[in-house]
């Protein structure tokens, strides 16, 4: 049986730092893309960051370049977010899913399955 969970969502203070966890089951990392999305109140869901099976292609949104970094513990197979210099705006439920293996054109929720429950960031003074 095919499972996301994610974890580590909290609230934390403008300008912080963050990791997000997504564990999967019933596939191995090596064999799946995986994305991160994220949707705040009143908003669609929206790509955040996707690694592609081998590890070695990655996908930002320009929101989060140069904040944000993907990446994998294939022997944990466990996929994770690392969220620096965190704005009010990142606030918003984060989800992990599987995704098409080209993650540069294709990391997007319409192509998303296996969602997780969710994890919720929210980032207040």
């Known amino acids: 049986q095919v499972q996301l969970v994610e974890s580590g969502g909290a609230l934390v203070h403008p300008g912080g730092s963050l990791r997000v966890s997504c564990a999967a089951s019933?596939?191995?990392?090596?064999?799946?893309?995986i994305g991160w999305f994220r949707q705040a109140p009143g908003k669609e869901r929206e790509g955040v960051s996707c690694?592609?099976?081998?590890?070695?292609?990655?996908y930002y949104a320009d929101s989060v370049k140069g904040r944000f970094t993907i990446s994998r513990d294939v022997a944990r197979n466990t996929v994770y977010l690392q969220m620096n210099s965190l704005k009010p705006e990142d606030t918003a439920v984060y989800y992990c899913?599987?995704?098409?293996?080209?993650?540069?054109?294709?990391?997007?929720?319409?192509?998303?399955?296996?969602w997780g429950q969710g994890t919720q960031v929210t980032v207040s003074p």
């Open positions: 019933g596939f191995a990392l090596d064999y799946q893309a």
């Open positions: 899913a599987g995704v098409p293996p080209d993650v540069q054109t294709m990391c997007a929720p319409l192509f998303a399955r296996w």
């Open positions: 690694i592609s099976s081998s590890g070695a292609s990655t």
